[in-house]
């Protein structure tokens, strides 16, 4: 909760910087994108990793269909 709990209309992340010691750490997945997108039956398109959380005001209608499309990938 970098902002607290309020909404943001707009954010763009400008600079990333990970640590040489850091990224040795990390191994990668198993096996590639390809196969992710083969299991998934997904392609032409970034995958999104996200949580919806009930925190943002939604009514239980609009929290559900945020839900809905979130885990649907849409």
Known sequence: ???GFKALRALRL???RISKAYVKTFLGPPHGIQVERDKLN???????????????????????RACYECLGGG
């Not at 997904?42 to 929290?63: D, E, Q």
């Open 42 to 64: 997904k392609y032409g398109r970034a995958f999104l990793g996200c949580t919806i959380k009930p925190k943002l005001g939604l009514s239980a209608k609009n929290y559900g």
């Open 1 to 3: 909760n970098v902002f």
């Open 14 to 16: 400008e600079d990333l």
